[in-house]
């Protein structure tokens, strides 16, 4: 018989860095993803992403002000990596 325990080693957020700058995202809950896919494109996505997001550190700008001005190649890689921590889904 197999056991699971499907919390152990599960991260609750990931860093990255942007613009020189550090940031945390945190994964969703559940009820969260399915709230966000009916809001998944365009500024409201956007949005809603960056309702995942914090400062890691005090002088970084706000992450929706940054992504906005980001160029297409950057947002490229932003999406790439959303895509990946969140699975397919995302």
């Known amino acids: ?3 699971y325990n499907l919390d152990q080693n599960q991260p609750e957020y990931f860093d ?3 613009g ?4 945390r995202m945190r994964y969703p809950t559940t009820a969260e993803a399915f709230a966000g896919k009916a809001v998944k ?3 409201e996505g956007l949005k809603w992403v960056c309702g995942f997001i914090t400062k890691v550190d005090e002088v970084a700008p706000d992450i ?4 906005k001005n ?13 895509k990946k921590e969140f699975g397919d889904e995302a």
Do not use: C, R, T, W
């Not at 929706?64 to 992504?67: A, C, F, K, T």
């Open 1 to 3: 018989m197999s056991s």
């Open 16 to 18: 990255f860095s942007i």
């Open 20 to 23: 020189g700058h550090q940031y």
């Open 41 to 43: 494109d365009g500024e």
């Open 64 to 67: 929706e002000d940054v992504l």
């Open 70 to 82: 980001a160029s297409v190649k950057v947002m490229g890689a932003f999406n790439a990596m959303i």
